[in-house]
């Protein structure tokens, strides 16, 4: 439950894609690519991964549902936000993932 929330972020769906362009190969790494735009978004906003209420992550196969909650627990930690994973047709056949995310201030 959120209370006396003064701001709301909205982070679209953050690719596994760095700076130069480059994809990285395995689904660890992407994970981890997309957790720190997002966090890289967060800090832009004042905010850190405390700040997250929500977050959806798409998954480009089934095959890689326990490697997303290894990596995830791993980004948060004791943080337990609502969650949602949907398995889609990812846009760029090199991502094996998108996560969006809501935070609040």
């Known amino acids: ?3 006396n929330a003064h701001r ?5 769906g953050q690719i596994p894609v760095n700076v130069q ?3 990285p190969e ?3 790494e992407q994970a981890r690519l ?3 735009n997002i966090k890289h978004l967060l800090e832009a906003a004042g905010m850190g991964l405390e700040n997250i209420v929500k977050h959806t992550t ?3 196969s089934r095959k890689y549902t326990s490697a ?5 627990q ?3 930690g004791n943080l337990k936000p609502a969650l949602t994973v949907i398995i889609a047709d990812i846009y760029d056949k090199e991502w094996l993932l998108e996560i969006e995310a809501i935070a609040v201030d």
């Open 8 to 12: 709301q972020l909205f982070i679209s």
């Open 26 to 28: 395995t689904f660890e």
């Open 68 to 72: 997303n909650s290894e990596v995830r």
């Open 34 to 36: 997309a957790w720190e």
């Open 58 to 60: 798409y998954l480009s």
């Open 21 to 23: 362009g480059i994809v």
């Open 74 to 76: 791993e980004i948060l």
């Open 1 to 3: 439950m959120v209370k």
